[in-house]
Nanobody, 124 residues
Framework: QVQLVESGGGSVQAGGSLRLSCVVS????????MAWFRQAPGKEREGVAG???????YYSGSAKGRFTVSQDNAKKTVYLQMNSLKPEDTAMYYC??????????????????WGQGTQVTVSS
């Protein structure tokens, strides 16, 4: 069975940092693309960062320069390091994975596997 389990969310003041983790089951880990998405109340789900199994990483405009996506193959874990957090970063954060390379990293509808989400709240 495919499982993705996020952790690391919480409450932080503006300017602070958080590191999110996503443990990915072996049958999907590094099978194509793994990515982080977020969704705030009343807004569409948006891609934050993506990482491919050949090493390339991508970021949304708002995340670039502040967030870093990385992975640890021994732990089968994908990370999202978030620095210089802003109140507008407040959202439920989800990790996702897909086999192969159909669609782009930021297209949520192309991902078949999702975690349960972890809440990030940034106060001003």
């Amino acid at each position: 069975q495919v499982q993705l389990v996020e952790s690391g969310g919480g409450s932080v003041q503006a300017g602070g940092s958080l590191r999110l983790s996503c443990v990915v089951s072996e049958d999907i880990y590094n099978a194509g693309c793994m990515a982080w998405f977020r969704q705030a109340p009343g807004k569409e789900r948006e891609g934050v960062a993506g990482i491919y199994n050949y090493g390339s990483t991508y970021y949304s405009g708002s995340a670039k320069g502040r967030f870093t996506v990385s992975q640890d193959n021994a732990k089968k874990t994908v990370y999202l390091q978030m620095n210089s957090l802003k109140p507008e970063d407040t959202a439920m954060y989800y990790c996702a994975a897909k086999r192969g390379y159909a669609g782009n990293w930021y297209e949520a509808e192309t991902f078949g596997y999702w975690g349960q989400g972890t809440q990030v709240t940034v106060s001003s």
